[in-house]
């Protein structure tokens, strides 16, 4: 039987914090409900004393979310803590989460006062919050770079003074895995009480390590986990929630687990991405678009051999389909092979040598293979072939005026052509395609990326978009990122329009 580690979502306050990343009521509320789906224990959904739309919003959240205990943040400030309690009114498990910065650094230069004015302040802020809730979790800010005596003196008190959880922050990213590990231990072994708390660590990643120090306070005995989405927070952003999951989930040994339903990680990964604007580095470990995808030859023989010569988590268990083989000139026979069968070709051994001449040629000016490629390369046409074509597109857009498109569509030889306006030249763009193609069609993800530098760079269009419950991935790439974005909405569009 593992131990539970409990995990603390803070994508709506600490990842909403992120220029750009603001969101309004409604959407943290479909946040908060696809957080509450994936199973987390604590939702941090915001600061309500920093505006009426973010007291708004935990008001909202409070009402609709059923089981995860709600959390507001505040500082050591009665005044915080009061709007906190009146925002956390209607949460039917209701957290506040208040502190101070513990280290010297905050201490002398942001607080102007010395540790034993902040160590009665810590003291005070907790006995307030309890006025008014059970539940309080205090944070000491900055505990990362906080002297290790200090800090339990102020941990102690707060547990004494009636803290259930207690948060020790690497506010700046600055421990080593090490150093954090033994902080905790450190508190473990020197606090009294501290085994009737909960000890919770929140790691930022300024030197990459956030990941790292959280697992290793949670092998020195914390039990909460802060977290976002994607990593997301101030700076260099905080844990990734879905990696501390799957570590737990693959470290059996660790002997602790979280409650999560990891199948949904991916999901929720693209919905915070797109509603928060913020592209997920392809890279990114478990929810990135490359995190299931082999590219060299040697691995995707090795993969296709046997998917657990390359892979540690099976894409299913984070709600990715299936991995994927991308044919590029590092691409060896047996992915070649593998494309072919699944498109329905067999080649004896000398066809494919010939074809995997054909394709070395083409990869190396090509850069990626897709499957009419390869259908060619084996002498085929494809069967499915592409029905719809743009033909034309014209764009007037500027300040001040309404962004209007004509575009001209080819469909499988017969010419189509619309009109129509919209909020910018792509949303023109794909109105006037969708006067054309009369499906029920939603942009789910958009994300435009330049491949260089410099204005005249190809830019490079991946969207999603969703037909009847289905999502659909599109792509072009394109000097024109508006040609590109409606390229990508067509070749989206030619996956279900036969
Ligand atoms: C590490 C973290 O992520 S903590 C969370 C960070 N998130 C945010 O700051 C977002 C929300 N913040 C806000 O909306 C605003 O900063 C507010 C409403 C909280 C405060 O606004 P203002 O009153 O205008 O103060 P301002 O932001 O300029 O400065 C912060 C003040 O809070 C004080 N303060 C900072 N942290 C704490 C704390 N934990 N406890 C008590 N006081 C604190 C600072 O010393 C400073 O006080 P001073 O003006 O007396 O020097
Ligand atoms: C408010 C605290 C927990 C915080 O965000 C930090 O220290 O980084």
């Not at 209701?94 to 905050?106: L, M, N």
């Not at 306070?217 to 039990?223: D, F, K, N, T």
């Not at 991308?326 to 051994?349: C, F, M, N, P, W």
């Amino acid at each position: 039987m593992s131990d539970r580690l409990f995990i603390f979502d803070t994508t709506l306050r600490d990842g909403e914090q992120v220029p750009g990343c603001q969101l309004n009521t409604v959407e943290k509320i479909e946040v908060a409900k696809a957080l509450e789906e994936l199973g987390v224990d604590v939702i941090e959904a915001g600061f309500p004393i920093s505006s009426p739309g973010d007291f708004n919003s935990v008001v909202e959240i409070s009402k609709a979310v059923t089981w995860p205990t709600i959390c507001a943040l505040t500082r050591a400030v009665e005044n915080d803590i009061r709007v906190a309690a009146d925002a956390l009114q209607y949460a039917k498990h209701k957290r506040i989460h208040t502190g101070i910065g513990t280290s010297d650094y905050h201490i002398k230069y942001k607080f102007n006062s010395n540790r034993e004015d902040i160590l009665e302040r810590a003291i005070a802020c907790v006995k307030y919050a309890k006025r008014f809730v059970e539940d309080v979790q205090f944070y000491a800010e900055d505990a990362g770079r906080t002297d290790n005596e200090y800090l339990a003196r102020v941990v102690e008190a707060v547990i004494k003074a009636g803290a259930t959880v207690v948060n020790i922050p690497d506010t700046t990213g600055y421990c080593l895995p090490s150093q954090f590990g033994e902080k905790i231990q450190y508190l473990m072994e020197h606090v009294k009480g501290i085994h009737n708390v909960t000890i919770a660590t929140h790691c930022h990643n300024d030197l990459g390590m956030a990941t790292a120090n959280t697992m290793s306070g949670v092998m020195h005995g914390a039990r909460q986990a802060e977290v976002t989405i994607n990593g997301i927070g101030e700076r260099a952003g905080n844990t990734s929630l879905e990696e501390v999951a799957m570590i737990c989930r693959s470290h059996k040994e660790l002997g602790i687990d979280t409650n999560l339903n990891t199948t949904k990680l991916y999901g929720i990964s693209r919905m915070v991405s797109s509603l928060m604007n913020m592209p997920v580095q392809p890279n990114k470990a478990i929810v990135g678009r490359n995190a299931f995808a082999h590219s060299s030859g040697i691995h995707q023989d090795g993969v296709l051999k046997n998917r657990e010569s390359y892979e540690i988590i099976d894409p299913k268990d984070v709600g990715v389909d299936e991995n994927s083989i991308v044919l590029t000139a590092r691409s060896g026979r047996a992915a070649l092979k593998h494309r072919l069968h699944v498109l329905g070709i067999e080649l004896d051994k000398e066809a494919l040598d010939k074809a995997y001449e054909g394709f070395l040629q083409l990869a190396d000016k090509k850069k990626e293979i897709n499957d009419d490629d390869v259908l060619l390369l084996a002498g085929e046409h494809r069967k499915a072939s592409r029905r719809l074509k743009l033909d034309f597109l014209q764009v007037t857009s500027g300040v001040g005026i309404k962004s209007v498109a004509s575009i001209g569509l080819d469909i499988a030889g017969e010419k189509f052509e619309a009109c129509a306006s919209g909020n910018g030249p792509v949303d023109a763009a794909i109105s006037a395609i969708k006067q054309i193609i009369h499906r029920k069609m939603l942009v789910k993800e958009f994300l435009i990326q330049a491949i260089n530098k410099g204005s005249n760079d190809i830019g490079k269009v991946h969207m999603t978009v969703e037909h009847e419950g289905v999502a659909y991935y599109g792509f072009s790439a394109n000097t024109d990122i508006v040609a590109a974005s409606a390229e990508a909405f067509i070749d989206a569009i030619n996956k279900f329009v036969h």
